[in-house]
C-alpha cells in the first residue's frame, strides 16, 4: 500500500486528490459531530452544504488513486479523509471569498504551462498533451482549470498568514550552541557489586526491617469477578441464517460480488477527420496503432491508456471501444476533444465471484448488520436483569453471551503466583480500576469500551482478598536479601556522598581516589543526548548543569552503583560550527512555523465555518461502494 501512495503521489491524479492533505490532517479532532441522518448531505460548512455525491465522488477518486479498493480504503480512514478535505476547501474558498481574494487567469495559466505533466516532445507545455491527459483521467478543463484556480487562490491566503514566518537568528544561534555544547568529566564509580558484605544480622534486625518495610513483603488485595461484553460481534450468531436468507442477500448485492468487464485501450487525437481516417487506414493495413502514434510524433503515455472499464472513460470513447466485440480499432469519431482514433488490445471479460467463495463472509456481515441493530435493545434487556436482581452469569446464560470469569487478580494484572491473570479483556485501560473500584457482591457495573469501542462491558466483582503481610518465618531468606542489598546500596551512597562532599571542600579527585583506593576514570567529550562509559542519564543531565571543578553525585549507567564525578572541560561549538548549521535550522524551523500556522489558520476557519458532519449519511455511501 505503501508503494501505491508513493507512485499516486507523483502522478496528477495524485497531485489533484493529495494536494491539500496537509488541510485535513489540520481538520482531525475539531469536527462537530451530528449522529442525525441528514439523507443526501455529508457535511455542512460555512452554510454550504457538502452532498453525498460529492463525497463519494472525492473518496471514490482518493481510493482509486491510491490504489485500494473502496473497503479497503475505508479501513484506514480514506473516507475521513475525503470528507475533511472537501470541507476545509469550501471552508477556505469562503473565506477568500469574503475577503475579495481570487486568483487571476494569468496566475493559473502560468501554474498549468509549468506542470510537467502537459509536456510535449521538446519539454514545453503541449496543448494537444493537456487535453489528452484531461481526457484520460476523464476531467473537462473548465473543472481542471477551476480546482487550479481554487487551490492557488488558497494558497495565497495561507502565504499572507503564514509568508515570512520565521523565529529571531539569534535564538537558533543559542539553540545551536546550547544543543551542541559538549562536555568532558572525571568521576570515580562505586560499584554496588564489589561492596563489602555487611556482618550478619540478628534475628531481631531481620524482624524489625520486616516491620519497617512491610510493603515488600505484603500480598497485594486480590479481587475476582466476571464480566462480559456487549457488541455487535458478541450478539452476531452468523450459524443461525438460513441458507435462503444467505443466498437473497447474495443476489441483491451481485453488483458488489462482480468484476465489469475491461479492456486495454489505446487512443490518438487528431486535429481533423483527414488526419484520423488516414491514421485509421494505416493500422488495417498492418500497422498498430502505437506505431502509428510513434510516427506521428506522439510518446507512449499520450497513446496508452492502459486497462479501464467503461464507466471510467468519457461517453464518447467508453461507447466506441467497448463497443468493439473484442480487440480491434473503433472507427474513428469526432469527440468533444477532436477527432479521436481509439481501440482496445486485449479484453478481459466480466466476472462473478461465486456465492461458495464468499457465503461465509456474507454470513458474517449479516449477522453483524443485524447484531448492531440488535445491541441498544440488548444493553437495555441486560441492565433490566440486572434490575431485576439477577447476577452477570445468570443475565450471561438468557443472552446467550460468554460470561468471562476472572479468578483472582492484583491491581497490576498478575495472579498471586505473579504471573499475568487469566480472563482480562485486552487492550481495556482502566478495566483494573474499575474492579478494584466495585464493591464485592454489588450490582454490575457498566463500562464502556476502550478508545471509542461501540461495545458495552458489565462487570462484577465477586470477591476480595485483603492485602496482608506475610509472615517473618515464611520469608525469612527474602528478608535477609533485601537487608542485605540495602545496606550495599546505603553504604556505597554514602561512600560517594562523602567522596563529593570533600571534592567541594576543596580536596582533588585524585587525592579522594587515592584515599578510599578507588581508580579515577575518564568520560571524553560528550553531548547532552549521549550516556558515555558508566555514566547514565542522570550522571549527564547533573554533569550539564554544572559548573566546571563542581562535583556532582549520580547513578552510575544502569544501576550499576554510585558516582562521584567532576567537569573538566566545558566546550561549545566553535563559530564556524554554528554558522553552517544556523542556515539549515532556520530553514527547518520557519518552515515547521509555516505550516503551523496554516494548520492554525485552516482550523480556525473550519471553527467559524462550523463545520457539521452527519456520519450516517456518509456510512450509506461507504457501504454503496464496497
Known amino acids: ?25 489540520a481538520v482531525w479532532g475539531i469536527t462537530d459531530v451530528l449522529m442525525g441522518n441528514a439523507g443526501t448531505t455529508a457535511a455542512r460548512v460555512s452554510g454550504k452544504e457538502i452532498t453525498t455525491q460529492q463525497y463519494a465522488r472525492e473518496f471514490s477518486a482518493l481510493a482509486r488513486s491510491l490504489r485500494l479498493t473502496a473497503e479497503d480504503a475505508r479501513n484506514i480512514g480514506v473516507d475521513r479523509m475525503a470528507l475533511d478535505r472537501l470541507a476545509a476547501g469550501v471552508a477556505m474558498d469562503a473565506q477568500a471569498e469574503s475577503f475579495g481574494l481570487v486568483a487571476g487567469d494569468a496566475q493559473v495559466t502560468r501554474d498549468i504551462a509549468a506542470d510537467p505533466s502537459f509536456a510535449g516532445a521538446t519539454g514545453g507545455f503541449s496543448q494537444t498533451n493537456y487535453v489528452a491527459v484531461l481526457r484520460r483521467i476523464g476531467m473537462q478543463p473548465q473543472d481542471y482549470e477551476a480546482g487550479v484556480r481554487s487551490r492557488l487562490t488558497q494558497e495565497m491566503l495561507l502565504q499572507a498568514a503564514a509568508g515570512g514566518a520565521a523565529p529571531p537568528r539569534s535564538a537558533v544561534e543559542a539553540l ?19 561492596a563489602p558484605e555487611p556482618e550478619a544480622p540478628s534475628e531481631e534486625t531481620l524482624k524489625a526491617f520486616h516491620e519497617a518495610e512491610a510493603s515488600l513483603f505484603t500480598t497485594p488485595e486480590l479481587r475476582a469477578g466476571d464480566w462480559v461484553q456487549l457488541s455487535a460481534a458478541t450478539l452476531a450468531k452468523p450459524g443461525d441464517l438460513t441458507e435462503a436468507e444467505i443466498r437473497a442477500a447474495y443476489d441483491a448485492a451481485i453488483a458488489r460480488f462482480s468484476t465489469p468487464e475491461s479492456r486495454r485501450v489505446e487512443q490518438v487525437l487528431f486535429e481533423d477527420e483527414a488526419s484520423a481516417r488516414a491514421a485509421a487506414l494505416r493500422v488495417k493495413e498492418g500497422e498498430t496503432l502505437m506505431q502509428v502514434a510513434a510516427s506521428l510524433g506522439r510518446s507512449p503515455g499520450e497513446v496508452q491508456l492502459g486497462w479501464t472499464t467503461r464507466d471510467r472513460l468519457p461517453a464518447d470513447l467508453g461507447a466506441a471501444v467497448f463497443g468493439l466485440e473484442g480487440p480491434g480499432l473503433a472507427e474513428p469519431y469526432a469527440g468533444g476533444f477532436g477527432w479521436t482514433l481509439a481501440g482496445a488490445t486485449e479484453v478481459r471479460p466480466a466476472s462473478v465471484t461465486p456465492f461458495e467463495e464468499v457465503r461465509e463472509r456474507l454470513a458474517a456481515e449479516i449477522a453483524a448488520d443485524r447484531a448492531r441493530a440488535r445491541l441498544p435493545q440488548a444493553i437495555l434487556d441486560m441492565e433490566d436483569y440486572i434490575a431485576g436482581g439477577s447476577t452477570l452469569a445468570e443475565v450471561a446464560g438468557r443472552l446467550g453471551l460468554e460470561d468471562h470469569r476472572i479468578s483472582e487478580t492484583d491491581a497490576g494484572g498478575f495472579d498471586a503466583r505473579g504471573l499475568s491473570a487469566e480472563n482480562l479483556p485486552p487492550n481495556f485501560p482502566g478495566f483494573l480500576e474499575a474492579l478494584f473500584a466495585a464493591r464485592p457482591g454489588a450490582a454490575p ?15 462484577q466483582a465477586s470477591a476480595s482478598t485483603p492485602a496482608a503481610l506475610k509472615p517473618f518465618e515464611s520469608v525469612r531468606e527474602e528478608v535477609l536479601r533485601a537487608w542485605t542489598d540495602r545496606q550495599k546500596r546505603d553504604a556505597v551512597a554514602a561512600r560517594a556522598k562523602s567522596a563529593v562532599e570533600r571534592i567541594a571542600g576543596g580536596e582533588s579527585l585524585l587525592e579522594v581516589s587515592a584515599d578510599l583506593g578507588t581508580t579515577v576514570q575518564e568520560a571524553p567529550l560528550f553531548g547532552r543526548r549521549e550516556t558515555p562509559l558508566d555514566l547514565g542519564a542522570e550522571a549527564v543531565s547533573r554533569l550539564f548543569l554544572a559548573a ?33 548549521n544556523v542556515e539549515t535550522r532556520l530553514t527547518q524551523y520557519a518552515e515547521q512555523l509555516r505550516r503551523d500556522l496554516e494548520q492554525a489558520l485552516i482550523a480556525e476557519t473550519l471553527r467559524q465555518g462550523d463545520l457539521r458532519v452527519y456520519p450516517e449519511a456518509m456510512a450509506a455511501v461507504s457501504q454503496s461502494l464496497y
Open 176 to 194: 545551536e550552541i546550547h544543543e551542541n555544547e559538549r562536555r568532558a568529566a572525571q568521576y570515580l564509580l562505586f560499584s554496588y557489586a564489589e
Open 1 to 25: 500500500m505503501l508503494e501505491a501512495l508513493r507512485k499516486s503521489a507523483g502522478s496528477l491524479v495524485g497531485k489533484l486528490i493529495l494536494g491539500l492533505l496537509v488541510v485535513a490532517f
Open 445 to 459: 457495573t457498566r463500562l464502556d469500551g476502550p478508545g471509542g469501542d461501540a461495545s458495552v462491558y458489565f462487570l
Open 548 to 580: 566546571e571543578g563542581a562535583p556532582v553525585e549520580a547513578a552510575a549507567r544502569d544501576d550499576a552503583g554510585r558516582l562521584a564525578a567532576v567537569v573538566v572541560e566545558i566546550r561549545d561549538p566553535s563559530a564556524e560550527e554554528v554558522a553552517a
